[in-house]
């Protein structure tokens, strides 16, 4: 079993900063790429920013040059930082990691409200 749990939400003003943080844990053999996603009320969840276990990174455009993504390997941990934050920031951020066990299997955390007001 695979258990991914988020931290590091909560009310922030708009062109403040916040911080998230996922931590997966479980018997796995390793994690392939890892990500954040979010869903504001009455709205599909969608991608923010992902990381693969090299490195590389990919962002929605609305978050380029204000939000980065990294990962500690070691502690199969990955974060999100988000400056410059906008009232349209405002959602339920979700941790999404691609695990292998013997096969490739997809989790989610719990979901973790970020409020940005104006």
């Known amino acids: 079993q695979v258990q991914l749990v988020e931290s590091g939400g909560g009310l922030v003003q708009a062109g403040g900063s916040l911080r998230l943080s996922c931590a997966a844990s479980g018997t796995f053999f390793s994690i392939s790429a890892m990500g954040w996603y979010r869903q504001a009320p009455g709205k599909q969840r969608e991608l923010v920013a992902t990381?693969?276990?090299?490195?590389?990174?990919n962002y929605q455009g609305s978050v380029k040059g204000r939000f980065t993504i990294s990962r500690d390997n070691a502690k199969n941990t990955v974060y999100l930082e988000m400056n410059s934050l906008k009232p349209e920031d405002t959602a339920v951020y979700y941790c999404n990691a691609v695990v292998f066990l013997t096969y490739l299997r997809n989790y989610w955390g719990q979901g973790t409200q970020v409020t940005v007001s104006s």
């Open positions: 990381i693969t276990s090299g490195g590389s990174t």
